[in-house]
């Protein structure tokens, strides 16, 4: 069994050793700009070491959630059956306009990531990101320049390492699936839509790269630019037959409306849009509300229901009612509000942390606050669990530096069915997520001891 204290310790005691920092710095700094790989104007990564997992922690990741994704595809099964239980999901009108058309293919997140942070050999799933998860790219980018640094040719010799990679080719056979079942014939032409200004461009040109590798036509391009006519949708005059979706839902109905040229040409099954819709049932955070809530537990097998109690903490929505904590009956928001520092705010609808409260980072006054505003939107309280931390190597200054940082462990999710991959966000503040600024993205692999 590999000692991953030792490993990293040993990683790090060879990158001290002479000039080799430096010279690491040197070629993931020029490996980056060569790549683009920024997100926004930042760098993506700006450590000197890998995330390392075990093959036996990532086995452990993998059982966790095969073990949840049923009770997962349970709850949306009848969420859409059942309008009183799909209540529970808090979702928008809109939501609840688009998901009455029928479901496109079987997977309502043929791409997904479950965020999690993995302490003590137990995956604490806190987010499930069902509709457009992103990093993937990204990934398999810095996997390869991370291979390339000096200091692993040293750490191979002791270490057999597997890079957990590619996941373009995970997202790019959930696209062609989907496809397939959706209906397609003719060999698609696809298209990576989201906005002109996002910070993530760099890993839509890693995507398109790799597709058009594979022989697909790949366009990047902004909504507003979709033309649907001739029951065809069209970018820049040429046909799209399927679209990978990286614009959120919420910001497209937002900014373009229900009768945009995309949501039209969707709806009236013209083009193929991957995730779909109907995806936006499990990716709000009620969805885990929904899971964890004892009033649903009678429709989970006794195996669903034991993975949902140790995968995913006690998770509400924020409402006035009765419902039991550890096993015994509270008033959920007195409740709350008296035992903060156990708990966590957030939206049942934003991303990047936005509108997050942390109980134990806030005044009582905030949290109180914090609260009532809760009560007036959909909003989900959570309990906190802890937040595992590792040693990173950071040259900087002429000198190497040490430094303990906050990291999560994200498993990508493929057809809802398994998972495969994983993304590793590293941050000094408390909120671990690098669109809230100070994160860093490094990639993950699994590494076994040399015989």
Same mark, same amino acid.
């Given at each position: ?16 050793? #002479? ?22 104007? @930042? ?8 995330? !390392? ?5 990532? +086995? ?52 997904? @990531? ?39 040719? @040293? ?9 957990l990679i590619p996941h %373009? ?31 993530? @461009?760099?890993?839509f040109l890693e995507f ?15 909504? +507003? ?34 009768? &945009? ?30 899971? &964890? ?6 429709? !989970? ?40 520092? &156990? ?10 942390? %936005? ?65 495969? #991959? ?15 600024? #100070?994160? &860093? ?11």
């Amino acid at each position: 069994m590999t000692d991953l204290q030792t490993a990293i310790a040993r990683y790090h005691d060879w990158l001290a050793e #002479g000039d080799l920092a430096a010279e690491c710095q040197g070629v993931l700094d020029t490996l980056q700009q060569q790549r683009g790989l920024t997100f926004g104007e @930042r760098p993506i990564c700006t450590v000197l070491r890998p995330r !390392f997992l075990t093959a036996e922690q990532y +086995r452990q990741l993998q059982a966790a959630m095969h073990a949840l994704l049923p009770a997962f595809r349970k709850a949306h099964e009848r969420a859409l059956q059942d309008a009183a239980f799909r209540a529970q999901f808090r979702l928008a009108d809109w939501e609840e306009v688009l998901i009455q058309d029928p479901m496109p293919y079987r997977a309502s997140s043929p791409t997904a @990531r479950m965020d999690t942070f993995f302490a003590d050999g137990v995956p604490r799933c806190t987010e499930y990101n069902a509709e457009t998860p992103a990093g993937g790219a990204y990934h398999d980018a810095l996997a390869e320049i991370m291979l390339t640094l000096p200091v692993m040719r @040293r750490f191979e010799q002791h270490y057999e390492i597997n890079p957990l990679i590619p996941h %373009k080719h995970h997202v790019l056979n959930a696209l062609l699936q989907s496809y397939a079942e959706w209906g397609g014939v003719e060999r698609p032409r696809i298209a990576i839509l989201d906005w002109d200004d996002v910070p993530t @461009r760099a890993e839509f040109l890693e995507f398109q790269r790799y597709a058009q590798t594979m022989g697909f036509a790949c366009v990047i391009a902004d909504p +507003r630019a979709c033309d649907y006519h001739n029951r065809r949708l069209f970018i820049n005059g040429e046909p799209v037959h399927l679209v990978y979706k990286r614009v959120l839902i919420s910001e497209l109905i937002t900014r373009e409306g229900m009768n &945009s040229p995309l949501v039209r040409a969707v709806r009236e099954r013209a083009v193929c849009m991957v995730n779909p819709f109907h995806c936006k049932i499990l990716h709000r955070k009620t969805s885990l509300a929904v899971l &964890s809530d004892e009033q649903n537990a009678a429709m !989970f097998s006794a195996e669903e229901q034991h993975a949902i109690q140790r995968y995913i903490p006690w998770t509400r929505v924020v409402q006035e009612r009765r419902t039991l904590y550890d096993g015994q009956p509270i008033d959920l928001v007195p409740f709350v509000a008296e035992h903060r520092e &156990s708990f966590v705010l957030k939206p049942a609808d934003e991303y990047g942390g %936005k509108g997050v409260v942390l109980g134990w980072m806030v005044s009582q006054a905030e949290w109180e606050q914090a609260l009532r505003e809760a009560l007036t939107q959909p909003t989900v309280v959570q309990a906190r669990v802890p937040v595992p931390t590792e040693p990173y190597p950071s040259y900087a200054d002429g000198a190497l530096h040490l430094l303990d940082r906050w990291l999560d462990t994200n498993p990508y999710i493929w057809q809802g069915a398994y998972a495969s #991959g994983c993304l590793t966000r590293l941050s000094t503040a408390a909120l671990l997520n690098v669109t809230a600024g #100070g994160g &860093s993205t490094v990639p993950t692999f699994v590494i076994e001891a040399r015989a």
